[in-house]
Each structure stands twice: as C-alpha cells, then as structure tokens.
C-alpha cells in the first residue's frame, strides 16, 4: 500500500484516495517572469515522477499545475524590459514549456494560468469579507484577518502567538497585524489591473491557487505539492482562505519538495546562485539531470556540483550499458524472476516514493541482466525488458542506447566521421593490419570516443 509523508501530520500516512482509483493532485507552478532554473527543475522533476508512479500504480490521475502570470516580479521586470505584461509572460510560458519538454516531464493535464480566474478571485474575496476574515485596509487594499482564522499556523505547526512574535515584517499602517496578508492589491499608475467592487487593482499571490485547485478538482482534493519553501506563508495562507471560506477541508495530503542548494545554500534568484535549466541541459543529457535529481529522496535537499553529475552520468552508463546487444521484442514477456524487481522496485516507491532504493533495485537488476548476458541465459530478455520498465516511471533509460552513448554537442569528432574511421578498422581488422586497427583506435580514444567489440559488431561511445 502506498504511504506518503503528509507535511501537515509530519508523519507518512496511508494513501486513500476520495475517489477509489482516482487521484487530483495540484502542484504550484512557476512564475513566468524569467527562465526557470534548476531549483525549479527539482519540484518538477519530483511531482513527475509522482504522477507516473501513480499511473503506473494503476490510479487516474488529474494533474493540475498552475502558472503565475501577474505578479510584482512579473510588473516590474516588463518595467525594466519596458515590454508589455503579457508580451514577457507569453515569452516565458513558452520557455517553460520547452524547459519542462526538454527535462522529459509529462504535461500536466490542465494548466491554468491565474488572470483567466480573476472573477472567481474576486467572489472568494467577497465571501471572506462577508464572513469576517477579510477586511479593507486604509489604503485601500484587501487583506485577510489572520487572528479571526483558528487554525492558522497548523500546517507549519506554530500557533498564531509565535507566528506573530516571530514576523519579521514591519506592520504597515493598514493592516492590523504583521501576519495579514493582501487578497486584492489596488494598482498604481500604470500598472495592469482589473475592475473590482474595491477599485482597479490585482490579486494577491496567495487567493490565485486557493481559486485555481479548488475549481478544477473541487474541495477537498488529494494532494497538493510544492517546493519546501512555500509550505509557510504560501501553502498556510491558501489554507486560511479554502477553509475559512467553505468551512471544510481544503487538501487531504501536503507533499513538499527539498531545495537543490549551493554550497548549503538553498539555490534561488533572489541570492544570485542559480543555474537555468537550459544552461544546464548544454552540458548534460537530460536523463543524467533527472537521474541526479532523484537520487535522493525528494524531500531531502540535493547539493548542486559538478561530481554530483559526473556520478549521475556514471551511473546512468552503467543502465544503459546493461541494455546493449540486447533485441527487445514488443510483446511483454511473462518471468517470474524478473516480477521479483517489480515487486521490489514498487515496494521502494510506496514508501513516500523512496526513489534511492527504487534506483538501488534497477542496479540490482542490471547486475542481473548482465550475468544472463554473459552466462547466455534464456530470461535476459525479459529482464532487459523489465529494466525499461522500472526506468520509465522515473523518465529514464527512454533513449535508444546507441543513440544515449552517441551524444555528446562538444565532442571534436561527429558521428558521421566516427563511423567512417570504425570502417577503416574494420577493413584492417579484416586484413590482419593488428597495427593500423590499434592506430585507429588510439585516435578515436584521443578524441574522447571509446570503442567495442563483440564478435563482428563494434560500438562506440563519447567518454
């Protein structure tokens, strides 16, 4: 039975969906305002991973993942561009998409995109103000009564005494306590907006997930997720808003991911320490950044280095490796041998989706697989297949496996000429010119290409 950490019991939990089989899951998206790095990439990597083990586990799934498309960030660096709002956010909604395409996640099902909901924003604020949670402050902006709210603080597990000791903002004059936050923002000159029973303005960060989750997958839902970072205020405050307004439950399961971090310092723009995701994917397959992503559990943070990726890459050689010189046939094949790791690897994953010992097992089928080969056993095959399998619900080991070893944009040889000179060794080789084949060979190593042979069939590689 599958189990999941609940960050608001802080406990695992046994995972009972409202729908028997079927699971709604939102997750908050990105905020479109510059390319996503690879921070971002963790939480995305990590909710996709989720969703295809739930498929895999045999659930349907409404995935929903929202884009933040107005925002102050977003204002004020259409500012700095001096470009429209919707010219920037339409510019990074579409590197978004590329970004998630070229990490190999799935789409989500619905994307919802917040200033396609802002009536409905504004209806969630009127029934707050209505219920006594929310009030107009002096200047004319929206703000939610935290001390009216009982349950503030249960999912960070503070009460609202401490929060309020603790709030490290100024108190500005029109609110009435440091922790109420803005539901609608009057805008200022030149700024975008819409029209609202309190004047022209935008709403606050915080109504936008409350509204989105809530319509497209109803009240309560499964799970929701995030980075680790928005657990308080962000998560809380949707809290505060979902209940208080509707008086029930808002989210059965809070699932948050851990920071990639620098040198122990959680990576972010705000600190300047950040790599994109694109820049990233220049210098590494896509399947050696997600392999280094989940190699640790997902609510552990992951250090950021350049031996991390090394040894991500080397491991993910070493997969593929076992996949070589096998022909995989379309139709499944029954092996009971090979049942024995899926039965292992879902046992990992329904442990709060423990990726490190699912991972562990693909390594201890692959060992597997390459005893079958050597020793010529009848069920390699099968384990072969069961090996693709098992990687495809973490996005891995999708490649054709030449085509994974032949990729490498900084290599100072092209495939093309490597063929070309392997042919010329093959001649030799057929000709018994021992010195010319091993001349060849030593130039293709000093080019970084490694070299195979296996009876008449030689393979290569970038090293």
């Known amino acids: 039975m599958l189990s999941i950490y609940n960050s608001k019991s802080k406990q695992k939990e046994i995972f009972k969906p409202i729908r028997a089989n079927e699971v709604s899951m939102y997750v908050c998206g990105i905020t479109v305002y510059d390319y ?177 989750s809530s319509l497209e997958l109803g009240q309560p839902f499964d799970i929701h997720g995030g980075g680790n970072d928005l657990k308080f205020p962000h998560h809380e405050n949707e809290i505060a808003q979902a209940e208080g307004a509707c008086d029930k439950p808002f989210v059965n399961y809070w699932m948050h991911v851990g920071f990639v971090e620098i040198n122990k310092e959680k990576m972010s723009k705000s600190l300047n320490n950040f790599f994109t995701i694109r820049d990233v994917l220049r210098e590494w397959k896509h399947e050696v950044v997600r392999y280094f992503l989940l190699a640790s559990h997902y609510r552990s943070p992951v250090d950021y280095s350049l031996e991390a990726l090394e040894g991500a890459q080397s491991a993910l050689d070493r997969l593929y490796g076992a996949l070589r010189g096998i022909e995989l046939p379309t139709e499944i094949i029954k092996n009971e041998l090979a049942k024995t790791y899926e039965t292992r690897f879902m046992e990992a994953m329904d442990d709060d989706f423990n990726t490190p010992v699912a991972l562990s097992v693909l390594f201890d089928l692959a060992r597997e697989l390459n005893r079958s080969k050597a020793e010529g056993l009848d069920n390699a095959a099968a384990l072969a297949q069961m090996l693709k399998k098992l ?41 018994k010119n021992w010195a010319k084949a091993d001349e060849i060979r030593q130039q293709l190593a000093q080019k970084g290409v490694m070299i195979e042979d296996s009876g008449d069939t030689t393979t290569w590689r970038y090293e």
């Open 36 to 212: 996503c790095h690879i921070g971002h990439a963790r939480a995305m990597v990590a909710f996709d991973m989720i969703n295809r083990y739930l498929r895999y586990s045999g659930y349907t799934v409404k995935y929903v993942r929202n884009i933040t498309d107005i925002d102050d960030k977003i204002i004020k660096r259409a500012f700095e561009n001096k470009e429209s709002m919707q010219s920037l956010t339409t510019r990074f909604i579409n590197a978004l998409t590329e970004d998630m395409e070229a990490l190999g996640t799935l789409a989500p099902d619905l994307e919802p995109k917040a200033t396609d909901y802002i009536p409905q924003m504004i209806s969630l604020i009127e029934t707050l103000i209505s219920k006594g949670l929310a009030y107009g402050g002096s200047t004319g902006d929206v703000y939610f009564d935290v001390m009216q709210f009982k349950d503030y603080g249960k999912l960070a597990h503070k009460d609202l005494e401490a929060l309020e000791s603790g709030a490290r903002i100024a108190i500005e004059e029109a609110k009435k306590t440091p922790l109420d936050f803005v539901l609608w923002k009057l805008s200022k000159e030149n700024e975008p907006y819409w029209p609202s029973p309190w004047g022209n303005g935008r709403p606050g960060w915080h109504t936008e997930c409350v509204v989105m």
């Open 391 to 431: 990687a495809a619900v973490l996005g891995l080991l999708t490649e054709p496996v030449e085509h994974y070893f032949q990729q490498d944009a900084h290599s100072a040889i092209d495939a093309d000429e490597i063929e070309r000179l392997i042919a010329l060794r093959r001649t030799a080789r057929a000709e």
